[in-house]
């Protein structure tokens, strides 16, 4: 099992060993383990195409909390009652388009 960190797994590391299966619990293998490894019939797999959706829609969620200035909210809400100054309004996409793009893996 790979994860953050580990080390870059080559044909010859692996050559000899009784490994059948290799298991990367981030995203890409590229990082991680040498194509050369499926020559020995080693199974290699991981779990982006799980977390994919939920990294996009945390991304979203970061994108529309940064223009919605919540880090102002929140530095608004930790001062004393008696210092705080007026917070405007905000609505960032009031009356403009908002463009997603979306690409699969």
Do not use: C
Not at 25 to 34: A, E, L, M, Q
Not at 78 to 102: A, D, H, I, M, T
Request: aromatic share 10%; glycine share 8%.
């Amino acid at each position: 099992m790979l994860g953050h960190g580990s080390p870059y797994l080559r044909k010859e590391d692996l050559d000899g060993s009784n490994v059948e299966l290799v298991v990367h619990t981030r995203g890409s293998i590229r990082k991680y383990v040498d194509f050369s490894v499926f020559d020995l019939g080693i199974k290699v797999t991981s779990n982006s195409y799980v977390i994919a959706p939920f990294v996009a829609e945390f991304t979203l969620g970061l994108m529309v909390l940064a223009a919605r200035r919540t880090h102002l909210y929140s530095k608004y809400v930790k001062e004393e009652p008696g210092n705080r100054k007026e917070l405007p309004r905000q609505y960032p996409f009031s009356g403009k388009k908002l463009v997603l793009s979306v690409s699969a893996m």
